[in-house]
């Protein structure tokens, strides 16, 4: 006996249990082996692979706001979500509809993932992350607590983004019809990182295993394999040896 | 059949649907055509108007907490929560009693609005935004992601906060009896800007149509028309004119 | 009748109320005058002091989540979470298993409390606050709006932190073997300061009634009573004697 509402055409697979007064709406595909919190809410046509832990709260599959002034968001017919095997999904986090998550990525409670969103696999979205439409994030990348993503982004494999990195997309701050054409978020490149309360302005780029240091305000595209700092941000010296990316023996599975 | 608890004396309007496990108190008022989601929490004596949006996990009418140990928040009687028609409010939102919302704003997930604030008409507020007690927002002005409204704020017409801006509001740091008569927000005055990351300090006001540029820190008044930039920030040039709202070409409605 | 779930091992107090759609764990004990909201989720073996105020939609005693990838999540035996009495949790807050709340203390909405934290009586816990995992803070602190207490970090007793602060605890920024030894969150000791937007490097520490000036990028330890601002935050004067905490009269209760 459940509290829960499932639809009929709903399939979930052999073990996989559900708390309390979850909705699992038409059409929704879950695997076997899940580990389904109270309240959670799976919107219609969701696909969620195997071994899969969703908690509490969370709302799967939500279709986008359209705002009367938004300058980004507009109809559109979006695919299912989608989210592979092996991940991990926190409390009261929402992804939306046209988002598609690769197997074993954890997205800690009250991270949001927008639509035609693309996650990788082994990926890490920390707690309270906002990845908003339109972006790309790779494989074994790791955005620490309460980072954010703006629309257009894209953050290459093994980038690491640590806690409060903000970025943003739109030069003209929200004036002229001109900037529309301009509409650029940022491009972190392979094995990149950023560090804590860092700022990137619109359509910069970070360069392969470059570092930005903390509190860093990063106004030019930084040059591979060096670190900037300051505000504005300049190059001051190389990223240590040890530190660079193919000194660390990882290996992709 | 539903699931929801919607007590007797709440009133939905024709047309207007719910999903499952709602909560809806006493004297609620919700007009037509209105979509409101799971788990969605509306509680007593709250007024909804027509084609509003409300998605799951949503809580409007929240009585305020009071702290032990609060400098602002007092016991108070506070008038219903008014939503004006055709909002659309996202997931996991968190609406105070004592808080007047007009007609066509956008208040996305996550985000909370306190007691004693009113938003203006075609307002978008952003994800994860936070508006504290006592703050008065104008209309078509956008809060962008994450955004910090400090409590005692004022925010006019047309303006525009880049994501992760973050104020304060008391110059005292929490220490003096002396600082309970200088609490002071901040004032954005219409069709002003700030970028990415800016900060502000207490009782500051950036003036009409300025604009601060990502990651300045603003510790003392911006003139008009003039762009500050730096920690802390320091006038450099005047905003563009074809930036200026004056030349937009915008009519409000 | 009530649409709760409550296990048949759960001990409510008397005069303790509680919401519709809550599920009540096992071996739960809730004390006696408390008020507990909608769809709130308290999981087996927590312990719940009288008088407490909990909110709708908040989690108490969640099981931590363990990524394939995590650098500082290890599985392990935690001990129930306890909360004090008097306490007042908001709205979507998550606090898990392996926490231990003293009374009176306010945690506000979309807050997150992680496992191996103590929080000591009469703290303030603000709206969207993040405190990691093996964190100790004292009493009669103050964490504003969104602040960011990192893993292995320690708050002195009456600690102000303003909103926005971040803090960091990984000097390698995820890189190399060597880090795993070092990983060190901040020290605040007894009755510093930080004003808003501030960042903390790892490992460093704000000595006794210190206070770090808003937007300040703190890459060095703190002197006690100095003031220190900029980036890279600079002493620049004494913190003014009517501002020290011995000068304001305040007793422990």
Redo the contacts between chains.
Sequence with gaps: MS?S?IAPTAVLGAGTRH???C?IGENVKIGSGCVI???V?IHDDTTIGDNV?I???T?IG?NP??????ATTKDQQLPACQIGP?C?I???V?IYRGSDIAR?V?I???S?VRENVTIGR???VG??V?I?NFCKIGM?V?LE??V?V?AYSEIGDRV?V???V???N?N?????E?RFKHFKGVTVKRGA?L???A?V?PGKTINEDA?VA??A?V?EDVPAHKIVA??PAKPFRDVPK????EN?GWKDE
């Design positions: 509290s509402v708390g309390e007064f909705v919190g109270h309240h809410v832990r908690d509490d709260h709302v939500k706001m359209k705002a009367a002034n938004s092996d991990i926190g409390t009261s929402v074993r954890l800690a409670d009250l949001t082994f990926t890490i707690r309270g906002a908003e074994y790791k607590t309460n954010y703006t690491f640590a806690p409060c903000a970025t943003s739109d003209f701050v929200g004036r002229t001109e990182r560090g804590v309360h700022t302005l570092l903390a509190g305000l106004t300051g505000l040890e530190q660079l990316l660390q």
